[in-house]
């Protein structure tokens, strides 16, 4: 019989202080003891800014973590004597003289990948220049020996004057949690970052804070229930495991909803899209990923008519940077999106802690070899090894950058999207009016995360073009209608507009051109749907008249000229449309009722002889 375990939250946010409070430090080998007795003598007389010992606050709290996450002994002493050169002026032999060996080598060695330079070049600072040499070691010993020490500094930052704090706080959300993050550390990461958003950006992590703390998915009499239904869901498939939670961190919800706003799928005001605020993971005990798949439908099933068919995701078949799970979403009515996973324990396990619980268990970590790259402003990116210059560009601004490059600069010197990454590297993304149109080519060097972006830009840049044929033909359409811009009656006479996207099937005017510029709709079809909404010249009885102007003629008064001849003329304008472009020259684009044929070509005569000197007049 299948044994489930729901694990209920007594804290949907429960502090993760505990999990990274090492505790008491206890040396447990001789060696870790001779590092700790060096290191309090190497650092003796040097205090923290809140007055406290420097090495047994700081120091041992970054060798007692290391110590109580990894266990190697290595590790552990290079957490100890992490700063033994940078601030004592100490050096990497005498660190080999003192532990003899492979031992010896290999603390020197992660030491020398956390030490700032001193001395940056080309007028860098030494927070850049430090992260690229951190990058060159790509090292797991030398990145979470990093981690911890500036997981302990978050911890003081309220000791330093409060423009070395947010400075500090951005340093860490920009590189050290982007870091956690590629090394698959996701408690790491949101512990770092939710410790850091305060410092970096008070305002807006109050209201985020307020935001989500209120949110009715975080409410736990609607979270036991889900996770009991979830567990006897279980149960009743045969398959043993548990039923937990996770919520995610302010920082990581507050950036997917950016995402999902500049994407148009959430308005910036509410987090109820935003489905990973709640994860309800069911855990397999066993290590057959086939369990998974067979729960799978089952879920789909429980959640029903709320399954949201749109967001699915396989990360067994196809892992994300070592995370592996399946993932499907559903939107509940007055809650909003929530995620529920499927994983076996091992996955799970490396979906949490990454690298720390791949070495624990003597698992290949080549993967964890991240290379990190930096902008121009010293913001760091990690990507994964043989990553092209095309995905660093995509790594700094997600898909809203791939379709507006001109040209790249890696290190200062122009470079192919195709060209490989290096460690270290600053990639400067330079966007201009000669932009370089994104294509399926791309796709032959892009890493997967890269491609899944760039088949949505493919998508978006195929629309924009249907789009664009849709208007002309529109245009071409309406003319006959006294109209040029199906805009003006979406002005003037919405709801004209509204029937007629429904009878069409299409969601806003901008999916009605598309489906017309890629055949998906008629001419006829249209033309028919538009007699039965009233867009027709017997009942708008409008004329449009565009018009461009030369710069000599974009001048005060020439609208109010053109108004008074439209007056004089009889006729009425209902709506103006003025655009003025980069030349001086400007487009003008008049809605009038009333006219007459014989007052349209009194109009045009006035026009013509009006003394406003005009390159084009369009009058229909």
Not at 124 to 138: G, H, N, P, S, Y
Not at 254 to 275: E, G, I
Not at 449 to 465: D, F, I, N, P
Not at 471 to 484: C, F, M, N, S
């Amino acid at each position: 019989m299948a044994k489930v375990t729901v694990t209920l939250v007594r804290e949907v946010r429960p502090r993760l202080e505990d999990e990274f409070n090492p505790g008491e430090f206890i040396p447990r080998t001789p060696a870790i003891t001779e590092a700790y007795e060096w290191g309090r003598e190497l650092h003796k007389g040097q205090y923290r800014l809140n007055g406290e010992p420097y090495f047994e606050t700081h120091c041992v709290w970054v060798g007692a973590f290391l110590d109580k996450l990894i266990g190697r002994e290595a590790w552990t002493i290079a957490g100890l004597l992490h700063d033994a050169v940078e601030d004592q002026g100490e050096t990497l032999e005498a660190i080999r003289a003192r532990f003899p060996g492979p031992l010896g080598e290999e603390v020197a060695y992660i030491v020398d990948g956390v030490t700032k330079i001193s001395s940056p070049r080309d007028g860098r600072t030494r927070e850049i220049e430090t992260l690229r040499k951190l990058a060159q070691f790509r090292d797991p010993g030398v990145y979470l020996v990093k981690l911890a020490d500036k997981s302990h500094n978050l911890l003081t930052l309220q000791y330093m004057p409060e423009h070395k704090r947010q400075q500090k706080a951005l340093e860490v959300i920009r590189a050290y949690g982007k870091l956690a993050g590629i090394l698959n550390c996701y408690r790491w990461r949101r512990w770092l970052e939710d410790l850091a958003f305060p410092y970096a950006d008070p305002e807006t992590y109050a209201f985020v804070k307020e935001k989500i703390d209120a949110d009715p998915r975080l409410d736990l009499s609607f979270i036991h229930p889900m996770m009991e239904q979830l567990g006897n869901l279980m149960e009743e498939s045969g398959i043993s495991g548990s039923v937990e939670l996770t919520v995610n961190g302010y920082w990581q919800t507050w950036q997917k909803l950016r995402r999902l706003a500049r994407a148009r799928r959430a308005s910036m005001d509410s987090f109820a899209a935003v489905n990973d605020l709640v994860s309800f993971r069911m855990v397999v005990d066993s290590e057959d990923e086939t369990q998974c798949y067979a729960l799978l439908p089952k879920v789909n099933r429980f959640l029903g008519p709320y399954l949201d068919q749109n967001r699915f995701d396989d990360y067994i078949a196809c892992p994300q940077n070592g995370y592996r799970a399946l993932q499907v979403t559903a939107w509940l009515p007055d809650l909003g999106a929530i995620e529920v996973a499927i994983a076996t324990r091992e996955m799970e396990g490396e979906n949490h802690w990454g690298v720390v619980y791949a070495l624990k268990q003597g698992k290949d970590i080549s993967h964890y070899r991240p290379i990190e790259i930096f902008t121009p402003s010293g913001s760091a990116r990690f990507l994964p090894e043989g990553s092209t210059v095309l995905d660093a560009i995509a790594s700094i601004q997600q898909e809203f950058l791939l379709d507006k490059i001109s040209a790249v600069r890696v290190n200062g010197n122009l470079a192919r999207l195709s060209d490989h990454i290096q460690p270290g590297d600053i990639v400067e993304v330079i966007t201009g009016n000669n932009r370089l149109a994104p294509s399926e080519e791309w796709l032959a060097f892009s890493n997967p995360s890269t491609a899944r972006l760039l088949r949505g830009v493919l998508v978006t840049e195929a629309l924009k073009r249907s789009a664009e044929k849709g208007r002309q033909i529109a245009k071409q359409l309406l003319k006959e209608r006294g109209l040029l811009a199906l805009e003006d009656v979406q002005a003037l006479e919405p709801t004209r507009v509204d029937n007629l996207l429904e009878q069409l099937a299409c969601a806003s005017l901008e999916d009605f051109y598309a489906a017309l510029g890629s055949g998906a709709i008629r001419q006829q079809e249209v033309s028919q749907t538009l007699d039965r909404v009233g867009i027709t010249n017997e009942t708008l009885r409008w004329t449009t008249i565009q018009m461009l102007g030369s710069a000599r003629a974009n001048r005060p008064g020439t609208l109010a000229r053109l108004a008074s001849l439209v007056s004089q003329a009889g006729g009425n304008i209902l709506r103006s449309v003025n655009n003025t472009l980069s030349d001086g020259r400007f487009s003008l684009r008049l809605v009038v009722s009333n006219l007459s044929p014989e007052q349209r070509e009194s109009l045009y005569q006035a026009y013509i002889h009006c003394g406003v000197e005009l390159e084009f007049i369009e009058i229909t």
